[in-house]
């Protein structure tokens, strides 16, 4: 790999000198409004901070964030499946960010394919737990003697410690008078910022207020996920599930994409699909290869939701003093969410403290890290496009089935199948990164065996 | 294994990485305690760090194709995670300021070092 990024760097000290005389630079004493306290927020909010102080800078961050992450259920929770994936965990480590135990509600080693004509375990590449299931709130609303920590109330924290101010208050509306954001209180009080980072993703009202900016930000395609919480016991949750995330593969009528998640005593039940409603959740739950998955004590908890799911990314997440970071922004297409949080949230933060926080400092700095996500997503639409084909058929199952059976087992064999499924239900890796591993002749090769075999019945 | 848990368990003693071997990956201490050792020329062990929660070593192998230039081992129970070459050198490729984060602590190791051979000068004069 090339250390073309090299110039990157220089580029950032450039934007130091010139910033300067910039109308649109930070300056000591700059207070940014950053709404929405969950990841993209707090790592913008952290990640602006840490920088600011390397260059001495002095800023005022308050976080909006009506959500208190100590509570159990809705109150604390943002409505996700909970997996921190791969590369976020490696990455975040290489950043001196390493999650607690108390947070990881459960290290991921394996991913486990259910289909009807069978199941495959894929271990970790590197045979280690790299993968954290976890809650973003406080755990299910009847998890209250459970011993969780909030994985968003984890990275506030972070934030509050760099001397972030979490906000309670409701905004009600922003206004631009002088070309500054004026956030608009319930108590009808008003305060000016000079930069607003909108972090609210895609759940909240709050991008109907921004309205009146000239961009005139339009809401992005969305469809709706639906999560459920089924309490168990720590035990019977382990010896059923183990340390692995369930996925399933299932030829149902309207079914897209299903996951069942370890979490402690909790097992957390997560499906994606444009035209999910109860018959089909009921329908899934009672399909016998869920059945065989399920521990069987378990009883669903009063939380469930169905959030909205970013699909697209915005032409322009961003203008003169305000920025759209992770959901309400651009996000990794069904996959790695937090990771698009975190990618997104530094990319606004560096270009806020080394550039400005103008339209053109956005656009030059902050747009490149949004566009290689949306890129990807097109190449993750192809790929997800043609995993529906495969799953409808049963011949097609049986034959990714039989080579990620066959690389697991066989000691050294170059686990293409098993990569490609890892990566597409981990979101570790770019879509354009595992589209291009299905162009290998091995994996060429090989999905053609097993297509032939697929024919006929496995022998036992 | 500890299921709430990131990386990879160690008991007390096992080598992480051995010197002399070659290798493509960095690692950060998730828990517990880390030792750094060197194998001297008379065939001893130099102690050269211990390192903790948050600490990384091996970062030298995914900058350069070298061998292991020392030893890490558990000191009791430790649980360390692995960071793929490929996944680092991607990000820093998109986000440059993630190098300066591993430059610090290198910058600091390299301080230690000259005060180290400094001190080591003054005994020898």
Known sequence: MGFSSQSSVADSFAGLASSEENEFALKDGSRIAVVGGGPSGSFFAYFLLKMAEAIDLELEVDIFEPRSFQYCGPAGCNHCGGIVSESLVQILSAEGIVLPDTVVQRGVESYVVHMDVGDVSIASPVNEQRIAALYRGNGPREGGDAPLESFDGFLQGMATERGARVVRQLITGVEWPDGRPHLKFADHSDSSYDLVAVAAGVNSRFIDLLDDHPEGFKPPKTTRGYICEFRSTEEEILRVLGSSVHVFLLDIPRFEFAAIIPKGPFATVVMVGDDLDEELVHTFLNDPVVQRAFPTNAVPCVCTCKPLINLGARKRP???????????????????????????????????????????????????????????????????????????????????????QREQERDGARPHMSSLLWNMFTGSAPYTEMFKGTFHPGFIGNLLVSLGSAFWPRQK | MVSGALGKIYRDGEEIVSQGNTGESMYVVQSGRVEVVQTTKNGGLQHLAYLEAGNFFGEMSVFEKEVRSATVRAVGEARVLKIDKKTLLRRIREDPLLAVNLLKTMSQRIRLLNTEIARHGDTHL
């Open chain 1, 318 to 404: 961003y203008g003169d003093r305000v920025v759209l970071v992770g959901d309400s922004g651009v996000t990794r297409l069904y996959k790695d969410g937090i990771g698009a949080a975190f990618r997104t949230g530094k990319a606004a933060a560096t270009t806020a403290v080394f550039h400005g926080v103008s339209r053109g400092d956005f656009e030059k700095h902050f747009w490149p890290a949004c566009k290689s996500i949306a890129n990807d997503n097109a190449v993750g639409r192809i790929m997800f496009a043609t995993n529906t084909v495969m799953k409808n058929s049963r011949l097609t199952r049986r034959a990714m089935l039989r080579m990620a």
